[in-house]
């Protein structure tokens, strides 16, 4: 059973910092492409980015592009995504996803105020 547990949200201040996990379970995690996706209120859901798993490559929506960081951990079974310079408008239920298919985590809230 395919199991993804995210967490690391919270409130964080305009141009503060945070670090999501996700645990990822019920797969083999090594060969599955992994993406953050993210959901603000009123929004729709959008994807945030994605590491792939062939050449380690990432990719990242536009308005994230220079402050947020993909990446991956094979050994833990876990995918991350690093936040900095964070924004009013990043404020969000971000969620993990096994890229391609619909295997969802609980969500995670970030809000981002001062």
């Known amino acids: 059973q395919v199991q993804l547990v995210e967490s690391g949200g919270g409130l964080v201040q305009p141009g503060g910092s945070l670090r999501l996990s996700c645990a990822a379970s019920?797969?083999?995690?090594?060969?599955?492409?992994m993406s953050w996706y993210r959901q603000g209120p009123g929004k729709e859901r959008e994807l945030v980015a994605t590491t792939r798993v062939v050449g380690d490559s990432t990719v990242y929506l536009d308005s994230v592009k220079g402050r947020f960081t993909i990446s991956r951990d094979n050994a833990k079974n876990t995918v991350y995504l690093q936040m900095n310079s964070l924004k009013p408008e990043d404020t969000a239920v971000y969620y993990c996803k096994r890229t391609y298919y619909n295997n969802w985590g609980q969500g995670t809230q970030v809000t981002v105020s001062s």
């Open positions: 019920g797969f083999t995690f090594s060969s599955y492409a």
